[in-house]
């Protein structure tokens, strides 16, 4: 065999030395991804997990809705069974049934009252004030971020509390409380239903904006008749009912929207318009 010449010695070592850290670079760079693929893996796990966790308080919320249209509707149907004398929707207020005491009630409307089970309305007015609040803060991502989602939200908590206002305090106890509580529930929580149709478009109660105005609307004329004591023929009782109602339907019309998943809980948070 030929022996190799220096020249050609030197040629092969450096040809070896140029190999070693173009080896040695792409290991390292196929580290580096797998490092990169992992970080990012880790990412999206953790929002996962995250949103998994959004998506259940917010449906939990949804059922506190849910639940608190139940019970005040059952309990004022069992409550005013109880009635000894006839006690009609049309003729006589909510809160009626919350009296303690059996006699001729309101001077401007006067009627007999006597509610036998006043104490599970006014535990129910208690219960329904609790169930809202607890609604609204579960269903925060629902809401968007804005600043009328803000406004909305803490109109609506005064709503909440001005239910368990009522249910402390029944009308013939302390009246000035008891209708102050009335004018939160459907003056300042009707308007505060009004700002959640401002959500931003692309939060769940923004998307269904059309729902919320007509749901709005309604209260807030009724709730304004109802103070005027204008009767277009269904009575101020009725004309109570759709001011103080109309929450209670627009809760159970958004707490069907986030069971059927219609809200962004899967997607990214809702950004500010």
Not at 27 to 54: E, F, N, P, W
Not at 68 to 79: E, H, P, R, T
Not at 144 to 164: D, E, P, V
Request: charge should be positive.
């Amino acid at each position: 065999m030929r022996g190799t010449s220096p020249e050609g010695a030197r040629t092969a070592s450096r040809k070896k030395a140029v190999r070693k850290p173009l080896g040695t670079a792409m290991r390292s760079g196929a580290v580096g991804c797998d490092v990169v693929r992992v970080i990012v893996k880790s990412k999206l796990t953790t929002r996962t997990h995250a949103m998994d966790r959004t998506s259940v308080a917010a449906r939990i919320g949804a059922a506190a809705w849910v639940l608190n249209a139940v019970q005040f509707l059952v309990v004022q149907l069992v409550v005013e069974s109880a009635w000894r004398t006839p006690y009609s929707w049309k003729s006589y207020n909510i809160s009626d049934l919350g009296n303690v005491h059996c006699r001729t009630w309101d001077v401007s409307r006067p009627r007999y009252v006597c509610s036998p089970l006043h104490d599970a309305m006014n535990v129910s007015f208690v219960v329904q004030g609790v169930l809202l609040l607890v609604g609204a803060l579960l269903t925060r991502v629902c809401w968007g971020r804005s600043r009328m989602s803000r406004t909305a939200r803490i109109l609506f908590l005064i709503n909440a509390a001005a239910w368990c206002l009522v249910g402390f305090v029944p009308a013939d106890v302390d009246e000035d409380l008891h209708v102050l509580g009335a004018f939160l529930i459907m003056g300042v929580g009707n308007i505060g239903l009004l700002c959640t149709g401002f959500m931003p478009k692309n939060s769940l109660f923004g998307k269904l904006r059309h729902i919320t105005f007509a749901f709005a609307a309604a209260a807030l004329l009724a709730a304004w008749m109802f103070f005027a004591q204008l009767d277009p023929g269904i009575g101020l009782g009725g004309m109570e009912r759709i001011a103080a109602f109309a929450l209670q339907g627009w809760t159970l019309v958004m707490a069907s929207a986030i069971f059927r998943g219609y809200s962004s809980l899967s997607s990214s948070p809702s950004v500010s318009r």
